[in-house]
């Protein structure tokens, strides 16, 4: 039987504890890396690179990426329950100035690709998530200070599990910053704002403006817009699919202004 009423509850933007009583599907952006425990049912995340399914008792990794499309399955007459920890990027850098010096012997350490990773059941994370649940359970606030120092134990969490998780953490450090091509490439569809396309590649957005100037003649939004134009062309030409169906695949949400900047490019 489930005893469940759908809830969801925030905490300062860094702890989110839910209970879904049935069968909820949802495509969700990840603007910073998380943790998730999975309390009861189960959790299926589908990536670009392959479909996970976690089940309970179990913690995965969220790797900061465009998005992800999540099911929040019931299991065995249980109703969902997760507990979602964000890791905030200016948490982030605070503790990579306190830990630069090993760091720094850490360089040549590539991050981890995956956007979705499953992590051991170790003790630490146990311990870190079962701190959570008297709050979670009884609806209390934690104290902002409180959920900070989590943050810290969260990130020596994962670092304990994988070196690989310095670069990926830290990505905002010069050496570990994502590749801004490589990113804008497979993303120049998805439907985000140049800040967002700065803050997914671990850059301000004038840091963003300054390193894309060094790999394109073109700015950033004009480098999208053609890029866009160049797919939809392909589409219209190849698949036939309707302009407006186009539009919205390439990522213009308004059909008008897609039509004035197709016929701008090719008349």
């Known amino acids: 039987m489930n005893d469940c009423i759908e809830s969801l509850v ?68 249980k109703p969902y329950r997760g507990i979602n920890f964000t890791l905030p990027r200016k948490e982030l850098k605070e503790y990579y100035n306190r830990i630069v010096g090993t760091c720094k012997k850490l360089h040549g ?3 981890i690709r995956q956007t979705v990773n499953v992590l051991p059941q170790t003790v630490a994370l146990k311990s870190l998530f079962s701190s959570f649940l008297p709050y979670t359970d009884s609806g209390e606030t934690p104290a902002d200070g409180w959920l900070q120092l989590k943050v810290q134990e969260a990130i020596m969490c994962l670092l ?27 993303n120049y569809t998805e439907d985000l704002t140049l800040e967002e396309f700065a803050s997914y590649t671990g850059r301000s ?45 390439v990522g213009f949400k308004n059909r008008s202004h897609f039509s004035q900047a197709f016929k701008k490019q090719y008349g």
């Open 160 to 186: 304990a599990i994988d070196t690989r998780f310095y670069p990926t953490l830290f990505d905002f450090n010069e050496v570990w910053k994502i590749d801004l091509m490589d990113f804008m490439e497979q």
């Open 10 to 77: 925030n905490y300062s933007d860094i702890l989110l504890s839910c209970c879904i009583p049935h069968d909820m599907h949802l495509e969700h952006r990840m603007p910073a890396h998380s943790i998730i425990f999975v309390r009861s049912g189960k959790l299926v995340i589908e990536s670009k690179d392959k479909t996970d399914e976690i089940t309970a008792d179990n913690y995965v990794f969220v790797r900061r990426d465009c998005s992800v499309n999540v099911t929040k399955v019931p299991l065995e007459g």
């Open 205 to 249: 957005l004038a840091t963003f403006k300054r390193d894309f100037a060094k790999i394109s003649t073109l700015s950033p939004q004009r480098w999208i817009t053609e890029h866009r134009l160049e797919k939809a062309k392909k589409m219209l030409l190849e698949d036939g699919v309707s302009a407006q169906e186009v539009s919205y695949m």
């Open 109 to 111: 350490i590539s991050p």
